[in-house]
């Protein structure tokens, strides 16, 4: 393993091209105002500006990242862009059964708008439809597919969903490691992650989004001196305000919050919080969020001969079925990007620089692949990386309100933001406007997950939790009593 790690650059892949990656904007110096402040310059805050402007071109909005756009998970995630808004159809299901159809179609709807979203904006990000297989490479994981295939028919989607015995997985993708496999064949993307991210702050730009960059957020508090909206309405949006003020701010009225960074504040009548794993500048918020470590390698463009060594003619996003699970890709350039197993979380949800290379982690992702793909001994890997992803006890995101409605959030994506976030960013300037609509009503949007324990019960937890996945993984899936009392509480780890 160490042969096929010489030489690999500590890097994440997707973020290391200069050839596409922006320059960075200048951070905030001295005072602004505007109507709507995003907090966060991923996916998720992105998309919560690009919308926002799009539903009312004449409102003022200002961005804030701590670094640079998409730096962090929005740039280094596995490019699987997944229609799902619950963490999978059986989360959803197991949560959410009143409404689970409700979400799967507002999630594809949402899937749709990405795709449109790409086209319309010129975003060069390689979006690809080709779906997802989930495989199964132990025994007792062929039943629980085809169940999961079975349920997904039962609920009406049996068009998008289809069974492949070993044969027919192993014509898509040939490795001797998998047995079975469902294909949902229009409910994922594959994609570039960091070329969306820039892409997405490139239509935010052009739309008039103001962007500070290398501006943390220091602190929120409430603006008493002026907590009334503006009476003023712009293109038809009542809590639109106009702004005549050019780049220099808002022209409303009221300015409801008052967010303070390094070097300077900003004023504005609402805002939306898209920090994701970081630290809320909610603090009541906090305890609902993990920060864990998620890895990857990416490997050397494929040759011709090695490509065709494992087929892999539909291009499908690809992911084992173990509690610690396998998530891998093809690239463009046939590069097969191979990540997930072990999840890290740090003692006091601590998040650090140095936790982005795990050199013990890399060597254990290295023979897995070889096992998996033995027709591919002779591939090295280019690049090895980590970053921290933001979990909660239901794996699916939660939303609310705070300052009197003035301010917005999202978080808990669990890694599969990438489409999710869009959806988030709807839900959050949907709660805004104080209007009820089809999101806001969701049970899904109006619960929030249980908290986790404060520290040290929170890292003992966390760490017993790790230890019995791996034994149910060992175990044919036999869950011992610690998950069951989890699954009983509503914290069921399953993924």
């Known amino acids: 393993?160490?042969?096929?790690?010489?030489?690999?650059?500590?890097?994440?892949?997707?973020?290391?091209?200069?050839?596409?990656?922006p320059e960075?904007?200048?951070?905030?110096?001295?005072?602004?105002?505007?109507?709507?402040?995003?907090?966060?310059?991923?996916?998720?805050?992105?998309?919560?500006?690009?919308?926002?402007?799009?539903?009312?071109?004449?409102r003022d909005v200002v961005l804030l990242e701590a670094k640079e756009t998409g730096w962090a998970a929005s740039g280094r995630n596995g490019g699987f862009c997944d229609a799902s808004l619950t963490h999978g159809f059986a989360n959803?299901?197991?949560?959410w059964p009143g409404e689970i159809e409700t979400l799967e179609r507002l999630g594809l709807a949402n899937l749709d708008a990405i795709e449109e979203a790409v086209r319309r904006h010129g975003i060069d990000c390689d979006f690809e439809r080709t779906g997802e297989i989930d495989l199964a490479t132990r025994p007792h994981q062929v039943a629980e597919l085809r169940e999961a295939a079975d349920e997904a028919r039962r609920h009406g989607f049996g068009d998008r969903v289809t069974f492949l015995?070993?044969?027919?997985?192993?014509?898509?993708?040939?490795?001797?490691?998998?047995?079975?496999?469902?294909?949902?064949?229009?409910?994922?993307?594959?994609?570039?992650?960091?070329?969306?991210?820039?892409?997405?702050?490139?239509?935010?730009?052009?739309?008039?989004?103001?962007?500070?960059?290398?501006?943390?957020?220091?602190g929120l508090r409430t603006d008493e001196a002026g907590t009334?909206?503006?009476?003023?309405?712009?293109?038809?949006?009542?809590?639109?305000?106009?702004?005549?003020?050019?780049?220099?701010?808002?022209?409303?009225s009221g300015h409801g919050v008052t967010v303070t960074t390094p070097h300077g504040r900003v004023r504005a009548r609402q805002a939306a919080l898209a920090t994701n794993a970081f630290?809320?500048?909610?603090?009541?918020?906090?305890?609902y969020i993990v920060p864990v470590y998620d890895y990857a390698l990416m490997t050397e463009?494929?040759?011709?001969?090695?490509?065709?060594?494992?087929?892999?003619?539909?291009?499908?996003?690809?992911?084992?079925?173990?509690?610690?699970f396998h998530y891998f890709r093809l690239t463009s350039d046939d590069r097969i990007l191979w990540g997930g197993y072990d999840i890290l979380y740090h003692y006091g949800s601590r998040i650090a620089a140095e936790y982005d290379q795990r050199p013990e982690t890399f060597r254990k992702l290295a023979g897995h692949f070889a096992d998996t793909f033995p027709q591919l001994a002779d591939v090295r890997f280019s690049h090895t990386w980590g970053g921290v992803i933001d979990t909660c006890s239901r794996f699916s995101?939660?939303?609310?309100?705070?300052?009197?409605?003035?301010?917005?959030?999202?978080?808990?994506?669990?890694?599969?933001?990438?489409?999710?976030?869009?959806?988030?960013?709807?839900?959050?300037?949907?709660?805004?406007?104080?209007?009820?609509?089809?999101?806001?009503?969701?049970?899904?949007?109006?619960?929030?997950?249980?908290?986790?324990?404060?520290?040290?019960?929170?890292?003992?937890?966390?760490?017993?939790?790790?230890?019995?996945?791996?034994?149910?993984?060992?175990?044919?899936?036999?869950?011992?009593?610690?998950?069951?009392a989890m699954d009983a509480t509503g914290m069921g780890f399953d993924s």
């Open 301 to 324: 463009p494929l040759t011709r001969q090695q490509r065709a060594a494992i087929g892999w003619a539909g291009r499908q996003g690809l992911a084992d079925s173990a509690n610690h």
């Open 92 to 95: 959803g299901l197991a949560r």
């Open 397 to 484: 995101p939660f939303f609310g309100t705070a300052h009197g409605g003035r301010v917005a959030y999202a978080a808990g994506y669990t890694g599969l933001g990438v489409g999710a976030t869009r959806f988030g960013a709807e839900v959050m300037l949907d709660l805004l406007t104080g209007e009820p609509t089809e999101r806001t009503e969701l049970e899904l949007v109006r619960t929030k997950p249980l908290p986790f324990p404060p520290e040290p019960v929170r890292w003992a937890g966390i760490a017993l939790t790790q230890w019995s996945l791996s034994r149910a993984d060992e175990r044919g899936g036999r869950r011992n009593l610690w998950l069951k």
């Open 1 to 21: 393993m160490a042969r096929s790690l010489a030489g690999a650059r500590p890097a994440p892949f997707w973020l290391d091209d200069p050839a596409y990656r």
């Open 228 to 252: 009334g909206a503006s009476k003023g309405t712009a293109n038809g949006t009542p809590n639109g305000t106009l702004n005549t003020g050019g780049s220099g701010g808002s022209s409303g």
């Open 279 to 287: 630290p809320s500048l909610l603090r009541r918020l906090r305890p």
């Open 24 to 58: 960075a904007l200048p951070a905030l110096a001295g005072e602004t105002a505007c109507d709507l402040l995003v907090v966060g310059g991923g996916y998720s805050g992105l998309w919560t500006a690009l919308i926002a402007k799009e539903r009312d071109p004449y």
């Open 165 to 218: 015995d070993r044969e027919a997985v192993r014509e898509q993708v040939d490795s001797p490691a998998f047995l079975a496999g469902v294909w949902y064949r229009r409910s994922v993307a594959m994609l570039n992650p960091a070329r969306l991210a820039w892409g997405l702050k490139r239509a935010c730009l052009e739309a008039g989004v103001r962007i500070h960059e290398h501006t943390p957020a220091r």
